[in-house]
């Protein structure tokens, strides 16, 4: 496909890399000249200067041979007139990131009428992604869903008190049928096979049907969480739609942010959440607003650092659970190792929603792992595919590349080398992002 991005900021440079790697014609529109040229040195595709909401500029980039728009800029204006200037040439596609809840508000704002395809709110998405984290059984760093909720993923780390250490991933009898799909272990993803150890350190993403997620804490041995009251640090739009969330799952929540002007204006939308106006990294603070019972802590001020540091004293403290945002990637292994529970990246998550609408068809669900490096994908398996009835022991699988589950109609299989596809099957697969052009040719029919 040809398609043009708008903006090569974080989230425009994570989708044209991805979307580079797998042969797309891409162009990338940046009006800063610093930023593009960096784009230019640091990735695969053409760079053009100029103003994505600018006719003459979409002309250059070649609109008119287009097969999609994705404009992310940080102005949401510009991204709509940009979808709504795609719309006129006849884009089929169009992606605009919309950060102004406001502006989807209003019938007359519609995305219909803007010619918007998908709309993303980073802050949404990523505040969906934190209650999901804080309404886990036990304490993982990351939890996706699969086949509409039937299968989980997540991300444990192992401490050294963890039950299976050391041992063969072969060896290891679950309780419940789990299967360990990846490990990411001194930077690095790797896709196991069964001699492999599970050590300290490590960060295992597991795969389980969603019966058995509650007993996680059987499985694993850990404390199960339940909770029952949140503080949040920041009154950012990511803090309020948290807080707004919990507040309808009736979690009791307090949300701490240092701007009095402010305080007053989230108080007046979030009835339901107690508001403090007071500085948050404040230790005598948090300390007289319980922060030694609270159950979960999340830090999504507009600073990494900030976050970063409240989030660690926070469990110091003994908040059971920690939560982090970053908007630098290169502090995510980092945050992880020094004790934050979970992190979230708004950059990521907008990412995966993007490449989820650009493959939907037989690719169903999309996961970045660890900045891009790695993919989890759900597809269904096309009728014409060679690997139909082919033990899996012998698929000719891409060597990095796991299949996690199988889900066939209300059945979930954790599978094993002797179990068959069939047509139809939906099929969660764990796989280098290298190599997921070739697995999605193998399962469409187009090689074996």
Known sequence: ??????????????????????????????????????????????????????VRTLEEAGIKQADMVIAVTSSDEVNMVACMTAKQFGVPQKIARIRNPEY??????????????LTINPERATAKEIVKLLKSPINVAQVQSFA??????????????????????????????VLVAAIFRNDKIIIPGGEEKITAGDNLYVLIKKDYFSGLSEIFNEKTLNMQNVMILGGSRIAIQT????AKLGIDTKLIERDKEKCEKIA???PRTLVINGDGTNIDLLKSEGIETTDGFVAVTGFDEDNLL?????????TKKVIAKVDRVNYIPILKK???????????????????????????????????????????????????????????????????????????????GNDVIQPKDRIIIFALSSDIKKIEKIFDGGEK
């Open 243 to 246: 807080a707004a969330i919990l």
């Open 310 to 318: 409240v989030a660690l004293l926070a469990k110091h403290l003994g």
């Open 148 to 177: 509409g909720g039937k299968v989980q993923l997540f991300e444990l780390k192992v401490e050294d008190s963890f039950p299976f250490i050391n041992q063969q991933l072969k060896s290891i009898i679950f309780k419940y049928p």
């Open 1 to 54: 496909m040809k398609i043009i991005i708008i903006g090569a900021g974080k989230v425009g440079c994570q989708i044209a890399k991805t979307l580079s790697l797998e042969n797309h014609d891409v162009t990338l529109i940046e009006k800063n000249d610093i930023i593009r040229q960096s784009a230019q040195n640091n990735l695969d595709v053409l760079t053009i200067l100029g103003n994505g909401a600018n």
């Open 338 to 416: 020094i004790g934050v529970d979970a992190v979230v990246n708004p950059r990521m998550t907008t990412a995966s929603a993007i490449l989820r609408f650009i493959r939907r068809g037989k690719i169903i669900s999309l996961t970045l792992l660890k900045e891009g490096e790695a993919e989890v994908i759900e597809l269904i398996v096309s009728p014409h595919s060679k690997i139909i009835n082919t033990p899996l022991k012998k698929a000719n699988l891409p060597q990095d590349t796991i299949i996690g589950a199988i889900v066939r109609k209300d059945e979930v299989i954790i599978p094993h």
């Open 104 to 117: 989807l508000y209003a019938n007359a704002l519609s995305r219909e009428k803007l010619g918007i395809d």
């Open 268 to 270: 007046e939308s979030l």
